[in-house]
């Protein structure tokens, strides 16, 4: 969280908007400043201080003095956002008044983006008023604060994240294989790695599992003349009429049909 003091405003060292054409990722810094970054367009992957961070449009995140971080994937081409450093106000008073996340979605973009060209065009002289950009800065900071007072602030993804996605591809297949049993191997709460995996991702980690063997039992079907009963216990599940309701209920139709459906459209090809 970052501390909303007004007794004096903020200090602005610097800012700008950058934008790239071509695949990009942030270098390997730490800096000793507080730096704020909103999201125009695209996705900034932001590692720092070991956790993992997405930042969409109109997301923020802030990154603290003295925090080495870095990108840890590449963004796309077209990837924007606002980037500010700034420093605390010389007198900070005694309790801040409010806080405003390290990371969190914004209610109104609009708004926040209006502030950040405002703070900009101080930021590059536009003014003739000294400490124009600092007032400005401590305005978009209020905007945040009041924007994201009852917001759920969005939690960094675990750095441990690939690790989990590998481990689970490599045994989704397993009859044992649970949320309960991949929590314990690598160490993670169940309800932590639940809410994590839903959050990066839009669905659970069980939906995760099933559309590996889905799409498993859909290349077996398609590709070879198992029978059905075979191709469950491939993908892990030793129930052929089980196997069958699962499919069908996932993909609408039984694993019969579509594997008529499949030779079919190969045997029509131009």
């Not at 198992?226 to 129930?239: N, R």
């Amino acid at each position: 969280m970052l501390p909303l003091y007004l007794h004096e405003p903020y200090r602005l060292v610097m800012g700008g908007q950058f934008m790239s054409d071509e695949t990009w990722s942030h270098m390997d810094r730490t800096i000793y400043d507080y730096e704020l970054i909103i999201g125009v367009s695209g996705v900034v992957f932001m590692e720092a201080d070991g956790l993992m961070y997405e930042v969409k449009a109109g997301d923020i995140l802030f990154l603290m003095p003295g925090e080495r971080h870095r990108g840890y994937r590449l963004s796309s081409p077209g990837v924007s956002f606002y980037w500010f450093h700034f420093h605390l106000p010389e007198t900070l008073g005694t309790e801040p008044l409010r806080s405003v996340p390290r990371y969190a979605e914004c209610s109104n973009q609009s708004r926040v983006h209006i502030l950040a060209r405002q703070l900009l065009h101080a930021a590059n002289g536009g003014y003739r008023i000294p400490r124009a950009g600092d007032y400005f800065l401590t305005c978009l900071l209020i905007e945040l604060a009041e924007q994201l007072e009852h917001s759920n602030e969005l939690e960094a993804m675990d750095p441990r994240l690939p690790q989990l996605l590998e481990w689970t591809r490599l045994h989704a297949l397993d009859r044992d294989i649970s949320v309960e049993r991949i929590a314990a191997h690598l160490g993670y709460n169940k309800d932590y790695l639940s809410r994590m995996f839903k959050q990066r991702f839009g669905s659970g980690l069980l939906t995760y599992i099933h559309h590996i063997k889905l799409e498993t039992a859909k290349e077996i079907l398609a590709d070879s003349k198992l029978h059905i009963k075979e191709v469950a216990v491939q993908v892990g599940i030793h129930d052929d009429k089980q196997f069958a309701k699962w499919f069908k209920r996932l993909s609408g139709v039984t694993p019969t049909a579509y594997r008529e459906a499949f030779a079919r459209t190969r045997l029509n090809k131009p």
